[in-house]
């Protein structure tokens, strides 16, 4: 008999977010100006688990929702309750507030031991199901995290589930394709990306649901060993607005004018890409690589760099070189130019700032590889690309970790992609991608070598690999970055901090993040947003094999099913012409998308290729060779043309670096709009065949 623990989050309504939700000085958002719904990814997990239990065929199952938040989260237990929940627990404690990922998986995971306990008669075969992420956090950490302190297996990004054989079958979301999973054994920990059989509440369940108790539990009772902001791994330093995009976002009216802007743009381009708040060169020197100790000009936040120019100045004028001159006469001189900037005590810590030279993190700057079968994901190269301008400005070595099965040949492009060292870890159980066997290699390198930053890919594989590994370390973990810098906070004690910059809120607000209680600073970037360097084959390199014992007890989940893309595509092509779930049909798919690439070829004399996204790939429309984005290919094409493509973050990550992005849309909402150079609002019927006659003429 199957039990399923489900987590639900009360989340802000993101959806209706206007300007005034934030405030304008710190970026910040003002919870009261927003709804507080159910997050819409738990809602699918509630009815997934419903799913599970109706085609176990086992009736006696419980379902029991379980969240952490202020009582006012009990609202989203009780639409637990009404929908299929036959009990509900409410986590809730002012201790348990300001928590990172690690301080809110710990103690829920420490609730659902209790639950399993008490409310399941330690019955342990039981699921931990919940939406891949909240909209809130968007960080996709705690369900892994959770599977990590509870040693259960973890499959994220679920979108379907079967019972066969007496035991779930699991459809998940993997890079460049799909695969069918099973947990060796339950218990287990499921995510939920995509699952889209709402479930309804009738009256009588409502009225059962707003009277039935609901049990409540505060920090003592769970006993958790990371609660709050003391046993958060991160903090958030500054929150700021995302910056203007660089898109033109503007609408046509007609298909001759976007044939000639189309014409237009591909012969004047540039180079240029038009995203906003990505990657920016990090330009940092350590303190005692400055012309004088007192340059403080690369600290952390606004505040910091301020106060320490206040300070720099007021020496400079004083003839200061040296910290030990600085004197009481001299300290109130420098008070009295501060005002109210800073006072005695901040001073005194600004002042022990400037003798500090030594970086409070040491060792080299990993890269975690992704690959398959012996291909690397071109993701690693680009991380590659950023350890090596982080690792030159700290004076230290980039490493890769390299765990698989027969891919030591693979060392040799990682070194020329600009790695120093590649630590090797080989063993038959590895040959495909496991978490629970993945996470051991890693955590066994980064636990001998102590690496002081470690970076994944922000693919599905590594947002899973990540939090698993960091946790088992015991490092903090910061999702999705799409900055990364090297930034001091001398008043507090620390040099050469990784500052870690990431989009928040559904990309309404950036946040940066700093690591700390930690031995190592570790985040997952975005792909499409690093830099790749070009390669040098001449470049000289180290393998280093590194030794881990496995057993079969490693391998958590049976794979026993895998579709990848198959095919030949080519995404480096000047033009990509994509058709999303908007293009309806297979036959609609392919007759508009030939006739418009017929007249672009003819007349841009180019290269056309064929993308799609996820939806138009999983409707059949086409082969998911042809899949552009997050899970697919990440492109940087002189032109794309998006027909009938929603512009979902997964898909526009994956074109970030496209120099004009024209899109057609029959929503004059759709929020590709905001996100592309020209659109026209209208059907892909009426339109393409306008435009590939308007493109012929023009
Ligand atoms: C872990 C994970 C990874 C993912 N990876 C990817 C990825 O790599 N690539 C990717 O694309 N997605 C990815 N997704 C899915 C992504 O979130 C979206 O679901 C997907 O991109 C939506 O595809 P779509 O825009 O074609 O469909 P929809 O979002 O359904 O949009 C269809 C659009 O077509 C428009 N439309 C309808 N009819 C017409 C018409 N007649 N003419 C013109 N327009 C019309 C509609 O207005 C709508 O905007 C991923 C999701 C997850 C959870």
Not at 600 to 615: H, Y
Request: aromatic residues 6%; glycine residues 8%; hydrophobic residues 40%.
């Amino acid at each position: 008999m199957s039990n399923y623990i489900v987590l639900v989050k009360q989340v802000p309504d993101v959806s209706q977010i206007t300007d005034n939700a934030f405030n304008p000085e710190t970026g910040t958002l003002i919870r009261t100006r927003l709804a507080s719904v159910i997050n819409e990814l738990d809602t699918q997990a509630l009815a997934l688990a419903n799913y599970m239990k109706e085609i176990s065929g086992d009736r006696q199952g419980k379902i029991i929702a379980l969240t952490m938040g202020p009582p006012m989260a009990e609202e989203v237990l009780r639409y637990g309750l009404s929908r299929c929940a036959d009990q509900a627990v409410l986590l809730t404690d002012r201790a348990l507030g300001g928590a990172d990922t690690v301080a809110t998986a710990n103690p829920l995971a420490f609730a659902v031991r209790k639950i399993v306990k008490e409310l399941l008669k330690n019955e342990d075969d039981y699921f931990v199901i919940s939406g891949m992420q909240s909209v809130d956090g968007d960080t996709a950490q705690v369900p892994p995290q959770m599977a990590e302190e509870l040693r259960l297996p973890c499959i994220a990004y679920v979108t379907e589930a079967e019972f066969k054989n007496d035991r779930f079958e699991f459809t998940r979301i993997i890079s460049g394709g799909s695969q069918v999973v099973a947990a060796k054994k339950p218990p287990a920990v499921i995510t939920v990306a995509r699952y889209e059989f709402p479930l309804y509440a009738t009256f009588s369940k409502t009225r059962w649901a707003n009277q039935t108790k609901v049990t409540t539990w505060d920090s003592e009772d769970i006993k958790a060993t990371h609660i709050g902001v003391k046993g958060s791994r991160t903090a958030v330093i500054r929150v700021f607005p995302p910056g203007k995009s660089t898109r033109k976002c503007r609408q046509l009216n007609d298909a001759n004018s976007l044939a000639k802007v189309i014409i237009d743009s591909f012969k004047s381009g540039n180079g240029e890409t038009g995203t906003a708040g990505g990657e920016q060169i990090n330009g940092y020197v350590l303190p005692d690589k400055r012309a004088s100790l007192l340059d403080r000009s690369f600290e952390g936040t606004k505040k910091e760099q301020e106060d320490y120019a206040i300070l720099s100045e007021k020496l400079k004028e004083l003839g200061i070189k040296e910290t030990n001159q600085i004197d009481d006469q001299a300290k109130a001189k420098i008070l009295t130019a501060a005002g109210e900037n800073f006072h005695d005590r901040a001073l005194d810590d600004m002042i022990n700032g400037l003798k500090l030279t030594k970086p409070a993190f040491k060792g080299e700057i990993w890269v975690v590889a992704e690959h398959n079968e012996g291909v690397t994901h071109p993701a690693t190269f680009e991380l590659i690309g950023k350890a090596r301008e982080l690792a030159d400005s700290l004076e230290t070595k980039v490493g890769v970790c390299l765990a698989g099965y027969q891919v030591e040949s693979m060392a040799k492009e990682l070194i020329a992609a600009g790695a120093d060292n590649i630590y090797v870890i080989e063993d038959k159980l590895l040959s495909v991608f496991d978490p629970t066997s993945h996470r051991k290699a890693v955590a066994d390198a980064i636990a001998k070598y102590w690496p002081q930053i470690v970076l994944y890919a922000a693919t599905p594989q590594g947002r899973m690999l990540a939090p698993m590994v960091s946790y088992r370390v015991e490092c903090g973990l910061t999702a999705d970055c799409t900055g990364l810098d090297i930034r001091d906070s001398s008043r507090k004690g620390d040099i050469a901090l990784l500052l870690q910059t990431r989009p928040a809120l559904g990309g309404n607000v950036m946040a940066t993040i700093r690591t700390k209680n930690s031995k190592s600073q570790m985040a997952t970037a975005r792909p499409g947003v690093m830099k790749r360097l070009p390669p040098d084959t001449s470049r000289k390199g180290n393998v280093i094999k590194h030794k881990v014992e496995f057993s079969h007890d490693d391998i958590s989940l049976e794979i026993i099913k895998t579709e990848l893309g198959a095919g030949d595509v080519n995404f480096g092509a000047e033009v990509i012409v994509s058709g999303g779930k908007g293009m309806q049909n297979r036959d609609n798919y392919d007759r508009l998308l030939s006739i418009l690439c017929e007249s672009l070829r003819k007349k841009l004399n180019t290269q056309i290729e064929r993308g799609a996204s996820r939806a138009a790939v999983e409707q059949g429309f086409v082969e998911r060779i042809h899949q552009v984005g997050q899970t697919g290919t990440s492109i940087g094409p002189k032109l794309y043309i998006a027909l009938g493509i929603s512009g979902a973050i997964q898909h526009m990550i994956g074109v970030a670096n496209t120099e004009t992005i024209v899109a057609v849309n029959s929503d004059p909402n759709a929020p590709i709009f905001k996100q592309c150079d020209y659109y026209i609002v209208g059907t892909a019927e009426e339109t393409i065949p306008q435009l590939a006659q308007a493109l012929e003429q023009t």
